[in-house]
């Protein structure tokens, strides 16, 4: 309720947060409140086409433009929050051929700048990231050939590669205590539950074409998209099991649950819109159309915000979760081509 009346408020003042931008078609983030000293990055967008990572403040202003490589794709906070890890994959699209590239670059948060990368030699085409949030170690797609890799940043190398069983492995999401990883194979239908320490394999069959996952915050489940099934199967960490399905709308992507745990959040490219779900009841309770195909879905670090990069129009659609509406947009440069945008500490 008082999320609600504050977002409220908001809309209701006439030069408030969610006014929009005098003179442009667009409408611009929430200004910061209060202020004084350098202006703080509110986001780093992956501009895969660009090959650049934004760093843009809370009014949606362009601060920083870091060159990482061609066509990054996923981005990731380390556990301490001080560095970014992008995935250098080489390819635009997952489906295009190519041999693709093969670093992690590393950014500076506060510094807005790339400070290093790991080579991941002879594996290419690196995609999903996940972070071990007690150790710092990174665990990564890739494509070429398909595999997961386990990466240790601070000595900046490959620790360990493992045989997912499957191919185009796409997403991973690391069980509770990073002793399980869960990888979408998007290639073959299955998600390939991995124990890190050992390398066993289990396969868990889902619906087509399985994409981008959320742990609950329980850590007992994980809910991962299936873009061509236009459902999110939901898997029993423990058993390493499908338990259940919820049906969606076209072609869900990535997805994100808000911080109280109660709602899913995912984009649906065939929709051209954002999704809702009940994680409780398992139904998907809202869809919001956003005006262009989204191939990503970030949620602000205090859930009030839904971002959804649409690459060929350059733009990141801003929705509200609580009122389940599009509040705005924001601009990326021309060319730049927005994946996903992660909000920052």
């Known amino acids: 309720m008082l999320l609600t009346a504050v977002l409220l408020a908001a809309l209701a003042a006439p030069d408030g947060p969610l006014a929009y931008a005098r003179g442009s078609e667009t409408l611009s983030e929430p200004r910061p409140l209060g202020g004084g000293g350098p202006e703080k990055a509110a986001l780093a967008v992956v501009e895969k086409i660009g090959g650049q990572v934004g ?11 870091v060159p990482v490589s061609v066509c990054p794709h996923e981005i990731v ?8 890890y992008v995935s250098d994959n080489g390819i635009l699209w997952m489906t295009d051929p190519g041999e693709g590239g ?11 700048a790339k400070v290093g990368e790991i080579s991941l030699g002879k594996f290419r085409r690196p995609h999903g990231l ?78 087509a074409r399985p994409q981008g996952g959320v742990r609950s915050l329980d850590g007992r489940f994980i809910y991962m998209t299936n873009s061509d099934g236009n459902s999110i199967s939901i898997i029993d960490t423990a058993r390493q099991d499908r338990i259940g399905v919820i ?18 959040v995912y984009n649906l490219q065939g929709d051209n819109a954002m999704g809702f779900a009940d994680a409780g009841s398992r139904r998907q309770t809202a869809v919001v159309p956003i005006g262009g195909r989204s191939l990503s879905l970030t949620l602000s670090r205090d859930g009030a915000w839904a971002y959804g990069g649409i690459q060929d ?10 009122e389940r509406k599009l509040i705005r947009y924001i601009a990326t440069p021309k060319g730049a081509g927005p994946d996903p945008a992660l909000p920052l500490p």
Request: glycine fraction near 8%; hydrophobic fraction near 40%; charge should be positive.
């Open 55 to 65: 760093f843009y403040s809370a009014a949606g202003e362009r601060l920083a433009g």
């Open 77 to 84: 906070l380390s556990h301490d929050q001080r560095h970014l």
């Open 102 to 112: 093969n670093t992690i670059s590393i950014l500076d948060v506060a510094k807005r």
């Open 130 to 207: 996940d972070v071990d949030p007690k150790t710092g170690r990174l665990v990564v797609t890739v494509e070429n050939p398909p595999g997961l890799l386990l990466a240790d940043p601070a000595a900046r190398q490959v620790l360990r590669s493992y045989d997912v069983k499957g191919t185009m492995p796409h997403m991973v999401v690391l069980g509770p205590g990073a002793e399980w990883a869960f990888v979408s194979n998007s290639g073959t239908n299955t998600i390939a539950a991995l124990h890190l320490a050992s390398g066993k394999v289990k396969l868990i069959p889902t619906d």
């Open 247 to 264: 049906p969606v709308g076209k072609q869900p992507g990535r997805i994100a649950l808000t911080p109280d745990g109660q709602t899913l």
């Open 313 to 322: 129009q350059d733009r990141i659609a801003v929705v509200s979760v609580v």
